[in-house]
């Protein structure tokens, strides 16, 4: 069985634990990547004019992926690592 461990992080937590869980359960691990990568700034959520506080305000926001072209029908199963904002 072929496994994936496909995960996006802004700032590297998630990064960790997807590339722990990929260890643990022997997956090929894929980074899904925006187009414009986050700064310090667009992660302040303190700032409600930041990237990330205006998109977790309107589910239409998604950022543009750097990649959109990777094979996941190779996979048997799929895992999908994202940060909680």
């Known amino acids: ?17 997807a590339a722990e869980l990929a260890r643990l359960v022997s997956a090929d691990l894929y980074e899904i990547k925006p187009e414009t990568p986050y700064t310090r700034a667009d992660l302040n959520w303190m700032n409600k ?5 205006v ?8 950022p543009a992926l750097a990649e959109t072209e990777h094979d ?9 690592g994202f940060p909680i904002w």
Do not use: N, Q, W
Request: aromatic letters at 12%; proline letters at 3%; a positive charge.
């Open 55 to 62: 998109e977790m305000k309107d589910p239409a926001s998604r």
């Open 1 to 17: 069985m072929k496994k994936l461990v496909a995960y996006f992080s802004a700032s590297g937590a998630t990064a960790a634990k």
């Open 49 to 53: 004019k930041s990237r990330s506080s």
């Open 72 to 80: 996941f029908s190779a996979y048997d199963e799929v895992y999908i």
